[in-house]
């Protein structure tokens, strides 16, 4: 530890207590990001350390304490975000940034993607579970949807899951095809609640349904979420793009590195990001373990097993 002077942050009381965290975790979590040493001394902040480490340390210090000030319920996640925008300096410096309707970025990659979303017709996101590619997908058209920007939005995937195939699972399609969709249910009751999901469900504003029947239709003047498309076929991929009809927009989300097909090599995704990419109208938003924002276990999951893949390509 530096053994220059520690810095004074004066901030509210409201401030301290959500830098400081239940029962210090906050704080902590601080601490070992930057290697300093974070006090509440009352009154504010003080912050010990190398240059470095206290510089990037205040900034995430000042973007949770702008979050508490402006009324929100500051959690681990929060801390956790902002201490990879201090890293970076990449990004809006309080979490979560500008809102754009009912969803907030929570990092600088996030909202990039959110900007592609607005601004292309097809969007590709890619990354590791817990980067939000898939529910900022689906907020992006449930927000167009309610707008009144599209007449439809519609969720598809592969039903492709531990070997599991759609025609062994019992009950009419509706009911084969939501235990595959569980999180996108959340997702759209928590942006739009449980009684306006239903109801525009039942007049088909929401359609949800495997790829396969995709086949044969132009959608029009929809929002289109391709979800786990690394596990569509080339031939699935090429059909369900080539679905886009007038006024119609798609996003495409999946991992390239959680491929269930039998033979891995005949994923449709990285293929299309590989011949699309410099197509006008085509963005790519990549994703990595540092835009997890589930538990931190999860990044250092993702991390290792990056690592691991790196070894064994020999990089």
Request: proline share 6%; hydrophobic share 45%; aromatic share 4%.
């Amino acid at each position: 530890m530096s053994s220059r002077p520690p810095e004074f942050m004066p901030l509210s009381d409201n401030a301290v207590r959500a830098v400081a965290g239940p029962g210090g975790r906050h704080a902590a979590l601080i601490e070992d990001a930057f290697k300093v040493l974070l006090e509440t001394p009352g009154g504010g902040v003080s912050l010990a350390g190398d240059a470095r480490g206290r510089g990037q340390a205040k900034r995430a210090v000042q973007a949770l304490a702008e979050l508490a000030d402006g009324g929100s319920a500051v959690a681990d996640a929060d801390v956790r975000v902002a201490i990879g925008e201090a890293r970076s300096g990449d990004g809006p410096a309080v979490p979560g940034g500008p809102r754009r309707g009912p969803v907030s970025p929570k990092t600088a990659t996030q909202a990039r993607y959110m900007e592609a979303l607005g601004r292309h017709d097809l969007v590709f996101g890619l990354g590791p579970a817990g980067t939000g590619k898939t529910f900022l997908a689906v907020a992006h058209g449930a927000g167009m949807l309610m707008r009144g920007d599209i007449d439809r939005l519609i969720v598809t995937r592969p039903a492709v899951e531990a070997g599991e195939r759609l025609g062994f699972l019992p009950g009419d399609l509706t009911e084969k095809v939501d235990p595959y969709m569980a999180p996108v249910w959340e997702a759209l009751t928590q942006l739009m609640g449980a009684d306006q999901l239903r109801r525009r469900r039942d007049k088909g504003e929401i359609e949800v349904a495997p790829i396969a029947f995709m086949r044969g239709r132009t959608l029009a003047h929809a929002f289109v979420i391709v979800d786990e498309a690394q596990n569509t076929s080339r031939l699935q991929m090429k059909m369900v793009l080539t679905r886009l009809g007038e006024g119609s927009r798609m996003a495409v989300t999946g991992d390239p590195s959680q491929i269930d097909l039998m033979n891995p090599a005949d994923s449709g995704l990285a293929h299309a990001v590989a011949i699309l990419e410099d197509v006008e109208g085509v963005s790519v938003t990549r994703f990595t373990a540092d835009d997890v924002i589930r538990h931190p276990m999860v990044a250092r999951i993702v991390r290792a097993y990056d690592a691991d893949a790196a070894r064994r390509n020999g990089q």
